[in-house]
C-alpha cells in the first residue's frame, strides 16, 4: 500500500517559476526522500531529510519536514525545462529493514 | 559507470513463460531492493537483501516470483508463468550503510 501522497497530481508551470510539490504520510517515519523520475526511466535521488530535521537544501531544491503534521514540501526553484518529470516522495518507517514506501508523484511539466 | 545496472532493459513475453532479470548492484553496497512499478503509480517494494540473505518479502510477491541474491552480489528476480498483470518496470536499488537508495534505469516488461 503506498503510504505517501503528493498534491498536486500534475503542475505546469513557466521556465523561470518556483514549483512547490507536497507530501503526506500517515505513519511515523524514520527518513523521508524525495526521487525524480523522467518518462519511462529509473529513479534519480535528490535529496533525503531525517525525522529530526526541519529543512535541508540542494541547489536550486528545498525540502520541508514537519512531522506533527506528517507532512513535506519540496521547493524547486527557478525551473527549467529540464526539471519536466515526475517527482515522488518516500519514506522510511522504523523497523522496515529500510524499504522506502512510495506516493503516486506530482508530474511536473515546465514550459520553456 | 559505476551506478546500479540492470539486464535487460525491456522484456517482451508471452503469457505462460518464464523471464528472468539482472541487476547489478553499486559495487560493495550490502543491501539490495527489488520494487515494481505500473504506469501512473509509484514504485512498490518486493523483496530486500542484506548481502545474500533475503530478508523481507512484500505479499505482493507471489509464489510465481522467487529472488536471489548469490554470494551477496548481483541479484535475479525471475517470474514463472508470465500473466499479463505482471506487466510493468521492475526496479532493483542498493545502498551501503546510509539511508539513501539508488536506483537502475529498470527493466520495463511486457506480457501478451
Known amino acids: 500500500s503506498q503510504q505517501g501522497e503528493e498534491d498536486p497530481q500534475a503542475l505546469s508551470i513557466q521556465e523561470g517559476e518556483n514549483a512547490t510539490m507536497n507530501c503526506s504520510y500517515k505513519?511515523?517515519?524514520?527518513?523521508l526522500q524525495w526521487y525524480r523520475q523522467n518518462s519511462g526511466r529509473g529513479l534519480v535521488h535528490l535529496i533525503l531529510?531525517?525525522?529530526?530535521?526541519r529543512e535541508k537544501h540542494s541547489g536550486r531544491l528545498r525540502v520541508t519536514l514537519d512531522t506533527s503534521k506528517k507532512s513535506s514540501s519540496l521547493l524547486i526553484t527557478a525551473s527549467r525545462a529540464a526539471d519536466t518529470a515526475s517527482y515522488f516522495c518516500?519514506?522510511?518507517?522504523?523497523?522496515?529493514?529500510?524499504?522506502?514506501?512510495f506516493g503516486k508523484g506530482t508530474l511536473l511539466t515546465v514550459n520553456p | 559507470d559505476t551506478g546500479v545496472s540492470q539486464n535487460p532493459r525491456h522484456k517482451i513475453t508471452k503469457r505462460g513463460q518464464n523471464v528472468t532479470f539482472r541487476c547489478d548492484p553499486i559495487s560493495e553496497h550490502n543491501r539490495l531492493y527489488w520494487y515494481r512499478q505500473t504506469l501512473g503509480q509509484g514504485p512498490e517494494f518486493l523483496t530486500y537483501f542484506q548481502n545474500e540473505a533475503q530478508l523481507e518479502k512484500s505479499r505482493l510477491l507471489s509464489d510465481r516470483f522467487s529472488a536471489e541474491r548469490p554470494k551477496g552480489s548481483f541479484s535475479t528476480l525471475e517470474i514463472q508463468r508470465t500473466e499479463q498483470g505482471d506487466s510493468a518496470m521492475y526496479l532493483c536499488a542498493s545502498s551501503e550503510e546510509t539511508d539513501t537508495q539508488y536506483f537502475g534505469p529498470g527493466t520495463r516488461l511486457t506480457v501478451l
Open positions: 505513519t511515523s517515519i524514520n527518513n
Open positions: 531529510i531525517r525525522s529530526n530535521e
Open positions: 518516500a519514506t522510511e518507517r522504523g523497523g522496515s529493514n529500510y524499504k522506502l514506501t
